[in-house]
């Protein structure tokens, strides 16, 4: 069963998760769990490592450089969902987490 929660923009609205949505759908129902599974590790190791470097350095860590230097060989659909999501806000990326687990809770991906 489908809920609001799993809507991205039940949670935010922003130019790069418009984008994302019109590119992917409203719940991403093309990715699989894992790739959702990458796409949350992705946002979420990606604004860890900005965070710790501006703390540090005051030197940004894009999302380009955490897709370059991560472990995690991401599916050509996540790097293109990742490419909407550059300029998102932290609050933006932070909702799109939630719908995404959200519809994984809810079995929202293929088998």
């Known amino acids: ?12 609205s ?3 998760l418009n984008d994302l949505i019109e590119s992917r759908g409203d719940r991403l129902l093309e990715l699989t769990g ?7 590790a992705a946002i979420s190791g990606w604004q860890a490592e900005d965070t710790q470097s ?4 005051g030197v940004p860590y ?9 472990s995690i060989e991401f599916s ?14 932290i609050d ?3 909702a799109l987490i939630i719908a995404i687990g959200h519809q994984i809770k809810e079995g929202a991906y293929l088998q």
């Open 34 to 40: 894992v790739e959702k599974l990458q796409l949350i």
């Open 76 to 89: 050509g659909d996540v790097l293109e969902c990742l490419s909407h999501l550059k300029d998102c806000s």
């Open 62 to 70: 894009t999302l380009a450089e955490f897709v370059d230097d991560s």
């Open 14 to 16: 922003s130019n790069g």
């Open 92 to 94: 933006d990326l932070m």
């Open 54 to 57: 501006q703390e540090v350095s």
């Open 1 to 12: 069963m489908t809920t609001k929660q799993s809507v991205i923009s039940y949670h935010a």
